[in-house]
């Protein structure tokens, strides 16, 4: 009977022959074991990066680059080099520097592939199907013998096992991060509005059981011998008359809770993407809609009735951009929701202001505008500006206002939890926009840049139903 072990014995005697094969010398052995013993001390890729090139320059003298390739476009990017430490922002490689299997020389410089653990290449979906993760390129060198080459690729090679193992560390950070965030989004976003939901079943029961008593007045009067006076005929056609009220208002009311049920799914289907879950962050997919028919005004509609019954006035614009104008590629859901946080917001924390006749008020008002986006003079967008009336925020937190969890000091508003305007400028951000706060003297425009036609990005698909 063969023992469990046999099978890690047999690997045991290759990796043995192995290493008698490749003759490292006491320095490269040396190197090897202090790159593994720092790579394990630091917990961060960005140190990885630092010791892995740290490591050739001070036990062999040569300057060092890592590249790593982007998983968006597959582009090659500068991560670090001996010459100028770890750059804060990645930077394209040179044109001479490429992607290939093996290694190969340029002018002088040598070039290795930097390959992640085979094992997990195939059920991570950051890694390419090639399993290379970047290139390692060592200079100046004017001539490099077939040990030297051999001993560098190895080395190269264990640079790939700890990159690899230190995405898979982020990659599950950032799942867990996205998860609690998105528990954050669901109950901000659905389960407690689904408690206005609850409110208006509770409030339909009612409203059936007192009316329950004109169905059995007018079965009392019809059972009734005197059906033929003139009074018990007027009390009929009373209660009927009623009866075909309270049949409008219950269509009505019907309609609504229909309006609404077609709401929240929209909200729940978005957040509950499989897409979501499988990538660990919101997956985006676009298509083509009118801003303001589709998307902003069902919104405001939503939330008009609550809106009019706090007597805050919905102020609409003189003249808005066209239709051609407003056509916009956005995830419908997410932006929906986008907009469901700031009318929430305004609902909770609109104050009366005095108007130009010194009278006070509260409103909330409404722009949209076509501008090029900041980075980019030739890309236009869609801004959209959102003003409520009340205590105008300080400078300093318009800016955190946007932070998850913030609230302002001194803000004892009911239902606040400071995550949707966080949830706002996460979404807006995704869709290559951004989001911001401007105060005014009678109140805050909350507003939100969307670009027309973004740049693609990886966390997003195109959807073409």
């Known amino acids: 009977m063969a023992h469990d072990l046999d099978q890690a014995y047999d690997i045991l005697k290759k990796k043995e022959e192995d290493y008698t094969a490749y003759r490292f010398k006491t320095k490269e052995t040396m190197a090897i074991f202090a790159f593994f013993d720092l790579a394990q001390e630091f917990a961060t890729i960005t140190n990885l990066y630092r010791t892995a090139v740290a490591v050739i320059k001070f036990f062999f003298g040569y300057e060092s680059c890592i590249y790593t390739i982007r998983p968006e476009d597959e582009a090659l990017m500068l991560q670090c080099c001996t010459a100028e430490g770890l750059l804060d922002s990645p930077i394209q490689a040179r044109a001479d520097v490429v992607i290939q299997q093996s290694p190969y020389r340029v002018g002088s410089s040598f070039i290795f592939p930097i390959i992640g653990k085979k094992v997990l290449a195939d059920k991570v979906p950051l890694f390419l199907d090639d399993q290379i993760l970047g290139m390692l390129e060592i200079y100046p060198v004017k001539r490099m013998s077939n040990h030297e080459s051999l001993f560098f690729q190895k080395y190269a090679n264990r640079v790939g096992y700890n990159m690899h193992n230190k995405l898979v560390v982020e990659q599950n950070i950032e799942h867990i991060q996205f998860i609690n965030q998105l528990v954050s989004d669901i109950e901000h976003n659905v389960i ?3 408690l206005y939901y609850k409110a208006f ?3 339909m029961k009612r409203y059936l059981k007192e009316h329950l008593a004109g169905l059995e007045h007018l079965s009392s009067l019809i059972s009734n011998a005197e059906i033929q006076n003139h009074s018990s005929q ?8 009623n009866l075909k009220t309270i049949h409008e208002d219950m269509g009505k009311k019907m309609e609504d809770f229909e309006i609404h049920f077609k709401h929240l799914s929209l909200f729940i289907e978005t957040l509950f993407r499989r897409e979501h879950f499988k990538t660990g962050s919101y997956v985006l997919k676009r298509r083509s809609y009118n801003l303001l028919k589709d998307i902003f005004l ?3 509609e939503h939330f008009s009735k609550r809106l009019g019954d706090r007597n805050i006035d919905i102020v609409e614009p003189r003249d808005v951009p066209s239709d051609s104008d407003l056509t916009i590629f956005v995830d419908l859901g997410l932006t929906a929701q986008v907009f469901a946080n700031l009318f929430s917001n305004a609902l909770k924390y609109c104050q009366p202001a005095f108007d130009e006749s010194g009278n006070p008020r509260k409103y909330v008002s409404y ?3 076509m501008i090029g986006m900041e980075s980019d003079d030739t890309q236009k967008a869609l801004e959209v500006d959102l ?7 300080s400078p300093k937190e318009a800016l955190l206002i946007f932070e ?11 239902g606040g939890s400071g995550h949707g305007l966080h949830f706002v400028n996460n979404i807006v951000h995704l869709h290559g926009g951004h989001a911001g706060c401007r105060p005014k003297e009678n ?3 909350f507003y939100i840049v969307l670009p027309k036609v973004p740049r693609p990005n990886k966390t997003e698909q195109r959807d073409k139903s």
């Open 404 to 414: 998850d969890g913030y609230k302002i000091a001194g803000d004892n508003t009911e």
């Open 298 to 300: 069902p919104e405001l």
């Open 443 to 445: 109140g805050n425009v």
């Open 192 to 194: 407690t509005p689904n």
């Open 367 to 369: 722009r949209i505008d």
């Open 387 to 393: 003003f409520t009336t009340g205590i105008p925020i």
């Open 234 to 241: 007027e009390n009929i056609t009373q209660v009927v008359n």
């Open 201 to 203: 079943l509770i409030n």
